[in-house]
């Protein structure tokens, strides 16, 4: 198996509080690496050691095969980044941002400007300076920007902040485009937990900066299993009798509201029956399949994450 990234109980304190707490990530050559947790959770503080802005306390950094050192320069220069948000010179066009870019990495290959623009559909810009961009556009120049040198390691925090949906559609067609046909490996992070189920291969989910799980999707996926979603005018008298009618403890209430039934030997419509003939009003019944969500949310609901 060969590793672009691995850590090694990854610590980061600031004035004696640990922000980062003995991470230990592995992430395979060629896969998308979905990054999942709540704010100040210590994902952006993670990415930057891996980048070496930020030095950790303790703890140690491989990247491709080699231990990240204060003067790996090389290193770094096999990876492209987003970490917050992209900076520019505003008053610059897109073409010139990318062109000083690749002159400070010490890539001349004007030709993949135009190949990275077009990537993100920034094409016939030229005129229009940076600080006229939509937050959008500004986003996808940040991309373009990551990719232009043809990098290994991709690290993206946060990549599809301020795209409509169409264009979160566009780059998430890039990241697989670029995993599957350049065999780049991709580390980003999302709080939209839908695009990550749709592109990622492995998943990891940190909170107060501990690495509460590294899961692969397709073991999400078959750990999941189908439920009936129901809301009703009384959802406790509606939870009183699936357990105490139909002797179903495997369900969930959300939001006072929806109850989730995740019984397998009960049917949509014998579970309807039971309720009109109890005079419980169904507002809507539908059969759904479990999600990277709700597999996000069982871990909050288990403790593993704190709201």
């Known amino acids: ?73 090389h290193l770094l220069s096999r990876m492209g980044s987003i970490i917050e948000n992209p900076i520019f010179y505003d008053k610059l066009t ?32 030229d005129e229009k300076a940076v600080k006229d961009f939509s937050l959008g556009m500004k986003q996808r120049l940040g991309i373009a920007r990551a990719i232009v ?12 902040n301020g795209l409509d949906p169409v264009g979160i559609k566009e780059i998430r067609d890039l990241f697989k485009m670029l995993s599957k046909e350049y065999g780049i490996t991709i580390l980003v992070s999302s709080h939209i937990l839908g695009e990550i189920e749709k592109v990622a291969d492995t998943i990891a989910v940190i909170n107060n900066g501990k690495l509460i799980e590294e899961v692969t999707m397709e073991h999400v996926r078959e750990k999941n299993s189908d439920y009936i979603e129901l809301a009703t005018n009384d959802y406790k008298k509606t939870a009183y009798l699936l357990e105490h009618q139909l002797k179903i403890s495997n369900f969930r209430v959300i939001d006072n509201y929806f109850i989730r039934v995740y019984e397998s030997n009960i049917s949509q419509g014998e579970l309807s029956k039971m309720l009109i003939l109890n005079d419980v009003v169904i507002e809507s019944i539908h059969k759904k399949e479990s999600s990277l969500e709700d597999y996000f949310l069982s871990l909050l609901n288990r403790g593993g994450i704190s709201a």
């Open 94 to 125: 897109a073409r010139k941002n990318l062109e000083l870019h690749c002159e400070y990495m010490g890539f001349h290959n004007k030709q993949a400007i135009d190949e990275a623009l077009g990537l993100v559909h920034l094409k016939n810009i």
């Open 149 to 160: 040198t043809k990098p290994e390691f991709l690290i993206l925090d946060e990549p599809i």
């Open 1 to 73: 198996m060969t590793y672009i990234l691995r850590t090694t109980q990854l610590t980061k304190s600031y004035m004696g509080n640990e922000v980062v707490s003995n991470v230990n990530m592995k992430i395979k050559k060629g896969e998308i690496y979905g990054f999942l947790g709540p704010n100040g959770a210590g994902k952006t503080t993670i990415m930057k050691m891996i980048t070496n802005l930020v030095k950790p306390t303790s703890g140690e950094i491989e990247l491709f095969g080699e231990k990240l050192m204060n003067q790996s320069y």
